[in-house]
């Protein structure tokens, strides 16, 4: 038995879905992700989350075209992204794309947008988490050897809270789960409005 759907490939929000005692089951969705001119890297983030959970909702629906839309349970999408003046930060294209950013970051302090979707017959509904990071000062070289460890590629930033790069923060103000891909108490929140049980398995 499922509660829901994760539209997700991150490993990382898998985990974190987990940790919560919550059973669900991973769909494929593909979502390109380009920020528009006229958008803030707020509403980037939010629309992409949603646009992941309802692509995961049109997906399940499409397939079960007879069902009773009430009978799917609901799809969740996420995106994690990093803002610095303004700017925004997805995951690092190369060696040289990771020396600029966490050279940038360096010795800093950089925000992390996250957001949480959920998609059921009763539409969509998305919030949000900020969360505001303090690096040290990194060296180019420590930088370099970070990203031959293979972690940053795949990560907003260029970075893993909650692996190697865990020793480049100094400060942490917001939530952790948000940082590393999916705010487990904004998750919680939307979990209880669309009636998905969680700590499923968790009683004593
Ligand atoms: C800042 C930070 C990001 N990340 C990860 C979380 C996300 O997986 C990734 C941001 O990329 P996203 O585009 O949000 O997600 P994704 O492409 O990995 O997965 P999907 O779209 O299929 O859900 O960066 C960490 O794991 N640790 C960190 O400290």
């Known amino acids: 038995m499922v509660d829901l759907y994760l539209a997700s490939q991150s490993p990382r929000r898998r985990e974190l879905l987990a940790q ?16 528009q001119s006229n958008e803030s890297p707020r509403e ?10 309802q692509a995961g909702w049109r997906c399940l629906t499409d397939a079960n075209r007879r069902a009773d839309a009430k009978m799917v349970c609901p799809v969740l999408g996420a995106d994690t992204l990093i803002e610095f003046q ?10 040289a794309d990771e020396v600029a950013m966490l050279g940038a970051l360096s010795g800093q302090t950089h925000r992390v947008l996250s ?7 009763r539409g969509t509904a998305v919030k949000l988490s ?9 060296s180019e070289q420590e930088v370099r050897r970070y990203w031959r460890t293979g972690e940053p590629a795949d990560k907003a930033g260029g970075y893993g809270i909650q692996g190697l ?29 669309y009636g998905v049980a969680y700590w499923i398995g968790q009683d004593a």
């Open 20 to 35: 919560i005692g919550v059973q669900y089951q991973v769909l494929e969705v593909n979502v390109p992700e380009r920020q």
């Open 44 to 53: 980037y983030v939010q629309r992409l989350a949603q646009e992941k959970s």
């Open 86 to 95: 303004g700017r925004v930060l997805e995951k690092p294209e190369n060696e």
């Open 115 to 121: 957001a949480v979707a959920l998609t059921s017959e």
């Open 130 to 138: 900020v969360t505001d990071v303090r690096f040290r000062p990194l």
């Open 165 to 193: 790069g865990a020793v480049f923060v100094e400060h942490l103000s917001g939530s952790y789960s948000g940082v590393v891909g999916l705010p487990l108490n904004e998750t919680r929140e939307l979990l209880e409005d």
